[in-house]
């Protein structure tokens, strides 16, 4: 069955950085596009980033362009989310999500504070 976990979250002060990754099983990962989506305390779950199944290209919220970037290895089955200059504004649950399965990840917390 598909199964995606999500690792890499964590505390950091504005101006900070952190990797989010989602380890994918149960599918053939190098077939299908993968997104990264957040949801903050009170907020709808909203789209960060998407890449397609080869990694040749990305899209991005207007919120976080230029500052994250998402990436495959589709060796190790791991697609990644690159997050830099974080702001307190980012802090929300990161979730890993397969468009073609409706599978989400259990989620990662990213809370961005001085």
């Known amino acids: 069955q598909v199964q995606l976990v999500e690792s890499g979250g964590g505390f950091v002060q504005p101006g900070g950085s952190l990797r989010l990754s989602c380890a994918a099983s149960?599918?053939?990962?190098?077939?299908?596009?993968m997104s990264w989506y957040r949801q903050a305390p009170g907020k709808e779950r909203e789209l960060v980033a998407t890449i397609t199944n080869t990694g040749g290209s990305a899209r991005y919220a207007d919120s976080v362009k230029g500052r994250f970037t998402i990436s495959r290895d589709n060796a190790k089955k791991t697609v990644y989310l690159q997050m830099n200059s974080l702001k307190p504004e980012d802090t929300a649950v990161y979730y890993c999500?397969?468009?073609?399965?409706?599978?989400w990840g259990q989620g990662t917390q990213v809370t961005v504070s001085s």
């Open positions: 149960g599918f053939t990962f190098s077939s299908h596009g």
């Open positions: 999500f397969l468009y073609s399965f409706d599978s």
